[in-house]
């Protein structure tokens, strides 16, 4: 009786210690995603310049969003109104074909789809435009 009570021991220990190695590794992973959501892909987040625009037409939405991107250390250039409050979400939107700088900033927001809409401004190098929440 002995042995098997032993082995029955031994089993729970494992047993005990493959549970707590996946806790490890799922904390681990969830860690993992959220530093890579956040940690921005530039070393200089100032070199990126921001213009965020309100298109949703709640007060603030915009000046919330650039307060957020300047505490990060993005170089926010202006905020402003849209040309109209009816856009749905986050829009990202590349201004000079750099999509490595309007691809952090949207890694930032958690927004995945980046479009490319160059200007002949010199002003900003990405523009964030601020919707309706989804």
Known sequence: MRGKR???N???GILTLLSLLAVV???VSVGARVVNRYEPGFTELKDIRVQV???SGEEGAASR???LLTEAGYSV???KNADRYDYKG???VDRTGDRKKANDVARFLGVE???LQRSVSDLEDVLVIVGKKR
């Open 90 to 92: 986050i829009l990202i």
């Open 53 to 55: 625009l309100n298109g």
């Open 25 to 27: 590794a799922f904390v």
């Open 6 to 8: 032993g082995g029955g």
């Open 65 to 67: 969003t650039a307060e």
């Open 10 to 12: 031994r089993a729970t």
């Open 77 to 79: 250039t202006e905020v």
């Open 113 to 115: 789809d980046v479009i």
